[in-house]
């Protein structure tokens, strides 16, 4: 299996996980792993980091690698960043805003996948 193929299933997985975790941080139960939810999110910013530097290094897809690193950089940003925008009733908006990027990611991540 090509490293690119076992890249996306890592972050696919990483996904999963940080999912899972976000549904039990907005329910208030999981507060307690939030730093273990950051480390998962890192992970997979570095493994869509390192799909678009295989997309770079083999002058494929680099339109696409670019965008990956820089979005990868706002998911990190916004990530770090959410528990300080819109406190309050609406920070609801805030955490589907971080849901919705961070899914994002994930067919920028097997286009490089695919194309690389």
Known sequence: MPLTQLLLIL???LAGAQVVVGIGLWTG???GIVGVHRTVGV???VTLWVLAGLALARRRSTGVA???ILWGV?????GFMQQRILPGDLHWIVRVAHLAIGVVAMPIAALLARES
């Not at 706002?74 to 916004?78: K, L, P, S």
């Open 43 to 45: 992970a997979f910013v």
């Open 66 to 68: 670019v965008v990956a």
């Open 29 to 31: 139960h999981w507060y």
């Open 74 to 78: 706002g998911v990190a940003a916004f």
């Open 11 to 13: 972050l696919r997985t």
